[in-house]
C-alpha cells in the first residue's frame, strides 16, 4: 500500500515551486519598468544618456524615445524621452532636449523664459538655468554660427543675431534641478563636440543660485534695492499697486527679480543683472538697437543696457508683461509715446538703484 504522507507532500512541492516562479516573474517584471536594465544606455542618437534623464527626476525608471528628430551631418536635434515606472508610486517623466536659436538676452526679454527669479542659475561652468519645469545652456560663442534648430521636418540654420542654445522642457512631472542641469551640460557638449566648436567652459555647475521665498514689496526699497521705487505713473489704483517680488541670490553673477503687483489685472514687472558673458555677448549681437552712452560707459535703449563697470560688462533689462501693457496703453491719457516714456523712466530709476550693487558707473538713458 502507498504511503499517504508521501501523496500530501508532492502538491506543497509543486506550490512552493510555482511561488517561486511567480516571485522571480514580479521581481524581473519591477526591474522592467522600475530599472533601465537592458535599456539603451545613449539615447537621440547618442545626445542623451538614460542616466541623465534618471538624474533629472532624481529617480530609476525605464527610458523610452518618444520621438526623435535629427538634422542630417548636422548637431541640431529634438528628441522627447519618456521615464517610466510602476508600482512605486512614482510620477511618470516626460522631457523634451532639443537645440534651439534664441534671440539676444532670451531668459529676460521673452514670454517663453517668464518669471526669471525662478530660476536657478549656474554659478560656474556653463552659462545656464534651470527651473522645475525648463531648462537652458548656452553653446560657446564659436558655435553660435554652426548650430541651428529643428523645426518639423527641416534644420533651421544658425541667425546672424541669434545664441545657440540646448533647451530642455519637462512636458510630464518636475524634475530635480541639479539633475537636469547635467543633463543640458552633457547634451551641450555633445552638441557643440558634433558641431566641431567644443570648449572648455561647459561643465556642470559646482552649485546652482538660491531662490528665495515671495515676500512683501518694500514700496522704497523694492527688490532689495536701495531708494527703487516704481515710479507713481507707473501705477494704477485698483489694477497695479505694490505687491509681492521674488528675488534670485545675490551673490549669483545673474541676478532677477519678479515684481507681482496687487491688482485685478494680473501685472508684473521684471528686472535682471547679468555679469555672465554669454549673455552679455549675446545681447550685443544686435548692438544697433542700442545707443551709445559716451565716456566709453555702455550703450542703452529704454529697457535694456549693457554698463562697463568695474569687475567687466554688465547687462541689465526691465520688461512688463501682457497684462501690465494691457492696463498702462488700454487708459485714455496713456498714449504710446507717454507708455515708452513711463518704461524708460521706470528702468531709469532701476538702473540708479542697481548701479552700485554692481560697482557700474551712473548713466542716464538716451532719449529716444
Known amino acids: 500500500m502507498r504511503n499517504p504522507l508521501r501523496r500530501q507532500r508532492k502538491p506543497i512541492f509543486v506550490f512552493g515551486g510555482l511561488a517561486a516562479v511567480v516571485a522571480l516573474a514580479g521581481a524581473a517584471l519591477f526591474a522592467w519598468w522600475n530599472t533601465n536594465v537592458f535599456g539603451a544606455e545613449a539615447l537621440c542618437n547618442g545626445m542623451v544618456a538614460s542616466e541623465d534623464v534618471q538624474s533629472a527626476h532624481n529617480s ?4 523610452a524615445e518618444v520621438n526623435n528628430q535629427m538634422a542630417a551631418a548636422s548637431s541640431e536635434f529634438r528628441c522627447t524621452v519618456k521615464r517610466t515606472s510602476r508600482f512605486i508610486g512614482t510620477d511618470d517623466l516626460e522631457v523634451v532636449v532639443r537645440t534651439a536659436t534664441e534671440s539676444r538676452a532670451f531668459p529676460f526679454t521673452t514670454a517663453t523664459w517668464k518669471n526669471p527669479s525662478a530660476m536657478s542659475y549656474f554659478k560656474d561652468g556653463a552659462s545656464g538655468a534651470v527651473s522645475d519645469k525648463r531648462g537652458w545652456v548656452i553653446l560657446p560663442k564659436a558655435c553660435w554660427s554652426q548650430v541651428g534648430s529643428i523645426q518639423g521636418s527641416r534644420r533651421i540654420p544658425p541667425s546672424p543675431n541669434a545664441v545657440a542654445v540646448v533647451e530642455a522642457v519637462v512636458e510630464q512631472g518636475s524634475a530635480d534641478r541639479e539633475g537636469l542641469a547635467r543633463l543640458l551640460v552633457h547634451a551641450a557638449q555633445k552638441v557643440a563636440a558634433g558641431a566641431g566648436c567644443s570648449a572648455t567652459e561647459l561643465k556642470a555647475p559646482s552649485d546652482l543660485s538660491a531662490l528665495s521665498k515671495p515676500r512683501r514689496t518694500d514700496n522704497q526699497n523694492a527688490c532689495g534695492l536701495r531708494g527703487f521705487s516704481l515710479p507713481k505713473n507707473s501705477l494704477v489704483k485698483g489694477l497695479v499697486e505694490p505687491g509681492q517680488e521674488q528675488l534670485t541670490d ?5 541676478w532677477a527679480c519678479d515684481m507681482y503687483l496687487n491688482g485685478t489685472s494680473g501685472a508684473q514687472v521684471s528686472f535682471s543683472a547679468s555679469s555672465d558673458a554669454n549673455i552679455v555677448d549675446g545681447v550685443l549681437r544686435d548692438s544697433d538697437s542700442f545707443q551709445n552712452l559716451g565716456g566709453n560707459r555702455g550703450v542703452a535703449r529704454a529697457d535694456e543696457a549693457v554698463l562697463h ?8 533689462s526691465a520688461r512688463w508683461n501682457t497684462e501690465y501693457d494691457g492696463v498702462l496703453l488700454g487708459l485714455a491719457e496713456y498714449k504710446p509715446d507717454a507708455y515708452v516714456e513711463i518704461q524708460k523712466t521706470t528702468f531709469q530709476k532701476f538702473l540708479d538703484s542697481a548701479a552700485d550693487s554692481r560697482s557700474c558707473p551712473h548713466v542716464t538713458l538716451p532719449s529716444r
Do not use: A, E, I
Open 309 to 316: 563697470c568695474d569687475g567687466g560688462d554688465v547687462y541689465f
Open 60 to 63: 530609476r525608471g525605464r527610458m
Open 250 to 254: 545675490k551673490l549669483s553673477h545673474t
